[in-house]
């Protein structure tokens, strides 16, 4: 079983629709957990990041984690073409700075 | 301010035969990572270095695998001999050590895309 574990999609939804992105991981120990986004052919970049439980909002974007379930959610409000790429969760814990990657789930927000 | 950079792009060579990346870091990073990604999947760590130091290298496959990191800036990663299942995009990252000595973001190269026929 994989540490973080997400679904592949692809997700397809209309612009100016809500995205709704989830990850599940097994360990307890992580603490920390970030959204990246990849475009095709380019290195992901990050677009938030949580610590622990709790929401964080920016922009369009709104990040949840709910330890007590280890599920991380990402929503993209108001959704755009400029959207369309895969989405990566990423987890890390309270030492060191390793990261452990979800699978992506690939998004297309169609015009 | 440049991002990370990687060269090449794009590699293609047949199985059996050496190849090497090469990757400059964000001026100033002092942790550097090399991660494997393969098609469909999310980045995976081989080796993290904090300046010149390999301080995780336990995802490396040593046998074919080698990485260095020579003044602490820039690093280059080889495989030799390469193999099919060799076939991914190598990623590099770099970040900024802070407090406490974590950093919370690696800024990502555009990889290089190696196919191994």
């Known amino acids: 079983q994989k540490e973080v574990e997400q679904d592949p999609g692809p997700l397809s939804v209309p612009e100016g629709a809500i995205v709704s992105l989830n990850c599940t991981y097994s360990?307890?120990?992580?603490?920390?957990f970030m959204w990246y986004r990849q475009y095709s052919r380019k290195g992901p970049e990050l677009l938030m990041y949580?610590?622990?439980?709790g929401n964080k909002e920016d922009g369009r974007f709104t990040a949840q984690v709910d330890k007590s379930s280890k599920y991380i959610s990402l929503f993209i409000r108001d959704s755009q073409p400029s959207d369309s790429a895969t989405y990566l969760c990423?987890?890390?814990?309270?030492?060191?700075?390793?990261?452990?990657f979800g699978g992506g789930t690939r998004v297309l927000v169609k015009p | 301010e440049a991002g990370v950079v990687q060269s090449p792009r794009y590699k293609i060579i047949e199985k059996k035969q050496p190849v090497a990346f090469w990757c400059n870091p964000i001026s100033g990073h002092n942790t550097l990572y090399w991660y494997l990604q393969n098609l469909g999947q999310g980045p995976e760590l081989l080796i993290r270095?904090?300046?010149?130091?390999?301080?995780?290298d336990s995802q490396l496959p040593k046998d074919r695998f080698s990485a260095e990191r020579l003044k602490g800036v820039d690093s280059t990663l080889k495989i030799q001999p390469a193999e099919l299942g060799d076939s991914a995009v190598y990623l590099c990252a770099s970040s900024l050590k802070g407090r406490a000595g974590r950093s919370h973001e690696q800024f990502f190269g555009p990889g290089t895309r190696l196919t191994v026929l």
């Open positions: 360990n307890s120990a992580f603490q920390y």
């Open positions: 270095y904090e300046n010149e130091e390999a301080v995780d």
């Open positions: 990423a987890v890390r814990k309270a030492a060191g700075n390793k990261l452990t």
């Open positions: 949580t610590y622990s439980s």
